[in-house]
């Protein structure tokens, strides 16, 4: 429900449906364990496309998109 109050075991739940809602996930900037990298991944188990804007590799910021381009 909209009044539920948000807590970190509901991330997962409110991630996948993200990745299920498009018809595909653009990754803009992702650290190695974030959100975003998290959505993009059950984006990826579902079947749908993942689009990566690569980053400076020396910029922890992009690491996560760095890692789903190798």
């Known amino acids: 429900p909209y009044s539920e109050k948000m807590q970190k075991h509901f991330f997962h739940d409110r991630n996948r449906l993200i990745a299920g809602l498009g018809a595909v996930t653009l990754l803009v900037e ?3 364990r974030s959100g ?3 959505t993009a991944q059950k984006t990826l188990q ?3 496309s993942v689009l990566v804007v690569p980053g400076h590799p020396c910029d922890q910021s992009h690491l996560g998109n760095l890692d789903l381009l190798s």
């Open 30 to 32: 992702s650290r190695r």
């Open 36 to 38: 975003s990298l998290l």
């Open 46 to 48: 579902l079947g749908k």
